[in-house]
């Protein structure tokens, strides 16, 4: 694809005063933009970004202006005196609110039996240009003063607190305060009918949460006490105090994105932001707090200091996700969110990453269209964060800190490149930051260190790890090593090392799951490992890690996959919730093999049940008082995998609970296990019954939990149902459509008819989400789910000719690789896996 040109380079904006006219039952808005600005030398005229926008005039300098729009969503604009140095360009604009959820966009909800809207922006990346003409580029920063035209009676939200509010001719206007200077992307107002809940902070930040009033009040609270905390903790971590004098946090009923980190006015779906007590489980509880925190960090990382280009998206998306962490495990030491971190971060990270073809952190992006590409939360989200988690460990938490401390101070209310941040690091630590960095951000996938022990010598080599098909590669990278002994060097930047003395046992490498690698260890080191884990020698951590790494090499062809269950032996006595999460995921790895052997499948079941009976037996179906919150998690672990081996004691506890008990008061960590149990062992009117809840609850966890319960149903004719169900808006909403696809194309039963629908109904899809960063999940998923020769052959079929829109290019070539590369490892691995759950 072609190079777009930054607009930037002929025009640099210094002020926008934007005054816009809101007519939402027309779906229409109108508006004028005075934007104040610098023409640059060589330029004979000047562009601003307009897409979808009717422009009815511009001036220039107060004269009429010459004005075209061109290919890359350009307004030409020409004039006599296009002289060096400072005008004043006046747009009048007009255009449409649509339902795309980017833009300007409306929200719906009912309320009261009454049906009530929202209207809300969303202009990450690049949909400003769809609202009112500008440089919609993120390094081209500017002050704001926007002013708003609405019908009365309504709440209207925006980046900085209201300045002046009136009634005119019986609509109200509202003034906003001017903003700092700041990217376009950050720009943000919401209008309509909503409630709040409110605080300050000890430095007297007032913050807000604002929900529609479908919304229960108290499901405001736990938001607003993470929100202050984490504004404080974050003042003080940085040493720069939050920038703006209030910090809104809105909970949306139709967004696309999880959140947006519009500078002091945050969107949220409303699963992301509340947490009602009557529904909200203690993981929706830790997952809102980490949204909150990763925001917030962006309020610093993103918003006062921001990326020049889309090439450095990573630096805002895995600096906030690393953040986000930090910050939780500060405020709730007790969650143990390194723990998380592990089985949530890292496993996104090392899955993605292994495929041949995925995308390097850092990447070029040439023209806009192409932005929605590199959204993949893998690889920018997580891995980004694993190596900047990698970095805060090689360089010491204080001088990381130190280093983000100075960037900040240098940077604030401008733009900067990776290496700014690693200058600043370099300089507080006293290490070359920009080397280490470069190998791991520049070049895609990640290494297995292969370890051999022979008698005093121990050989180090590194080579890059894949799952699937690939291409030869010669890739090497820095590697902190971590490891449990002195002996080890610190780093290995070759391909080989051999380390001679004696050296300590067990060993271990990357110790605390701290970089981005995983270890293939030689047989008696690892049985040294093992016997460490059955006698709980080994942290938390490093248990959990040493089991994830293992699937890892199973998939990789390192591991033979018929070693999981040898493993899986030391185990048994395991009670870390975070460490049976690992054990669920290394059952689940079997699984596979067994879809057509119902002995084998059967005697799998048993196994699972079997591994999980000691702690079913311990925790049993309800809290005990004053009992962890670790435990009231691993509850519903537990639970589920004895769930699957088909114990019909807790096949009837869940009918027994579900029939007793209203669906919103089962206990929030069981309820979408205990739904899925009744559905599928269920009939049509359980179906119906909690799709006629799904469509009237206001409670997005509780809408959640049923769409994980009711996909699970095994009847073909209900099967069909829901996934017409899934184009019916008035029932599923467009953001949650991937969410309900992803569930009902993992399931067993109902896999072969997804994919169908899937093909089917494309144009639809396309329709619906083309213009979305949420598109290319449909490629995604399908390829994560599909699993014989012929979904492979269908899929390259239908998908191959659909590599020419860049936004699905990438992610057709990894899905066409995951499905070789599982299919490869079903043929090597299940006759062995069957052969030995045969014998059990």
Not at 66 to 78: A, G, H, N, V, Y
Not at 485 to 491: D, N, S, T
Not at 809 to 830: A, N, P, Y
């Amino acid at each position: 694809m072609q190079t777009v040109k930054r607009l930037i380079d002929q025009f640099i904006p210094g002020n926008y005063n934007l005054s816009i006219n809101l007519q939402r039952e027309q779906r229409t808005f109108s508006g004028i933009v005075t934007i104040k600005g610098a023409v640059q030398p060589g330029s004979s005229s000047i562009s601003l970004h307009a897409k979808l926008l009717d422009v009815e005039s511009v001036t220039f300098d107060g004269k009429d202006a010459q004005f075209s729009l061109q290919e890359d969503d350009e307004l030409r604009i020409t004039h006599d005196d296009m002289s060096v140095g400072n005008h004043i360009i006046v747009v009048a604009f007009s255009g449409t609110i649509t339902d795309a959820m980017h833009g300007l966009y409306p929200c719906y909800y009912q309320h009261d039996g009454v049906k009530k809207e929202l209207l809300a922006t969303q202009f990450e990346s690049h949909y400003a240009r769809e609202v009112f003409p500008c440089i919609d580029e993120p390094a081209a920063k500017a002050t704001f003063d926007v002013t708003l035209t609405t019908e009365p009676d309504v709440t209207v939200l925006g980046n900085m607190p209201v300045k002046k509010q009136s009634e005119e001719n019986g609509l109200l206007v509202t003034t906003f305060n001017t903003t700092p200077r700041m990217s376009v992307y950050l720009l943000a107002w919401v209008v309509g009918e909503l409630h709040r809940k409110t605080a300050e902070t000890k430095q007297g930040v007032e913050v807000n949460i604002w929900a529609t009033p479908a919304q229960p009040a108290n499901s405001l609270d736990f938001a607003l006490d993470i929100a202050v905390r984490t504004i404080e903790f974050y003042d003080e971590y940085f040493d720069t105090p939050y920038p703006l004098p209030k910090s809104d946090h809105v909970a949306l009923p139709d967004f696309s994105n999880g959140a947006m980190e519009n500078w002091g006015l945050i969107t949220y779906r409303e699963t992301t932001l509340l947490a009602d007590p009557r529904t909200a489980s203690i993981s929706s509880k830790q997952y809102v707090a980490l949204v909150i925190a990763h925001e917030l960090a962006h309020q610093w990382f993103g918003n006062l200091v921001t990326m020049k280009w889309w090439n450095n998206l990573w630096l805002n998306e895995s600096f906030a996700t690393l953040m986000e962490y930090i910050a939780i495990d500060h405020l709730q030491p007790s969650w143990n969110m390194w723990l998380d971190f592990s089985t949530n971060e890292s496993i996104l990270a090392l899955r993605r990453d292994s495929i041949d073809g995925v995308q390097s952190v850092q990447i070029d992006v040439n023209h806009p269209d192409e932005i929605g590409t590199i959204f993949d939360g893998a690889i920018v989200y997580a891995k980004g964060a694993r190596l900047l988690r990698m970095l805060q460990n090689y360089i010491g938490d204080k001088a990381f800190q130190q280093g983000l401390k100075q960037y900040f101070k240098a940077h604030a209310y401008a733009n900067t490149e990776a290496d700014d941040l690693w200058n600043a690091l370099s300089q507080s630590s006293g290490k070359d930051i920009q080397t280490l960095m470069h190998a791991w951000l520049s070049q895609p996938g990640y290494p297995v260190l292969h370890v051999n022990r022979d008698a005093d010598t121990v050989t180090l080599s590194q080579e890059q790890f894949f799952v699937g098909p690939h291409e030869p590669s010669n890739r090497l990278w820095p590697i902190p090593l971590n490891a449990s002994a002195a002996e080890i060097p610190e780093l290995l930047s070759d391909k080989t090392a051999i380390v001679k003395g004696t050296v300590d046992s067990p060993l271990l490498f990357n110790v605390g799951d701290t970089a981005h690698f995983i270890t293939h260890y030689d047989s008696s080191t690892l049985s040294e490992l093992v016997q460490s884990v059955a006698s709980g020698e080994v942290t938390t951590i490093d248990r959990l890690q040493l089991l994830h790494e293992a699937t890892l090499l199973a998939r990789g062809g390192i591991l033979p996959s018929v070693d999981l269950l040898k493993l899986l032996t030391a185990y048994e006595h395991e009670t870390s919730e975070h460490v049976w999460t690992i054990i669920f995921i290394a059952l689940g790895e079997l699984r596979k093999f067994v879809e057509d052997d119902s002995v084998a499948e059967k005697k799998l079941r048993a196994l699972s049940a079997s591994i999980a009976k000691e702690e079913y037996e311990r925790l049993g179906w309800t809290a005990k008082p004053g009992e962890s919150e670790e435990d009231t998690k691993l509850r519903g672990t537990i639970i589920s995998l004895t769930l699957y081996g088909e114990n019909k004691d807790a096949i009837k506890k869940a009918q027994e609970i579900y029939d007793a008990t209203a669906v919103e008061d089962i206990d929030g960590e069981l309820r979408p296990l205990i739904i899925s149990s009744v559905t599928r062992h269920g009939d049509e009117k359980v179906v119906s019954d909690l799709l006629s809840l799904y469509t009237s609850t206001h409670s997005s966890d509780l809408r959640q939990d049923i769409a994980i319960g009711i996909t699970s149903t095994r009847i073909p004719e209900q099967i069909d149902r829901l996934l017409e169900t899934m184009k019916n808006s008035h029932i599923v909403r467009p953001q949650d459509v991937t969410r309900w696809f992803v569930y009902l194309i993992r399931g067993r039963e109902s896999r072969e008819k997804t994919w169908t629908w899937l093909r089917d109904n494309w144009q639809w899809v396309f329709d619906t989400f083309g213009s979305d960063k949420s598109y290319d999940d449909y490629p995604r998923y399908s390829a994560s789910a599909l699993s014989t020769q012929t979904h492979l052959d269908e899929y390259k079929k239908f998908f191959n000719p659909k590599k020419d829109n860049i936004a699905l290019k990438r992610v057709i070539t990894m899905g066409i690789s995951e499905i070789e590369g599982r299919l490869e490892l079903i043929e090597r691995d299940g006759p062995a896996v069957r052969s030995a759950l045969h014998d059990l």
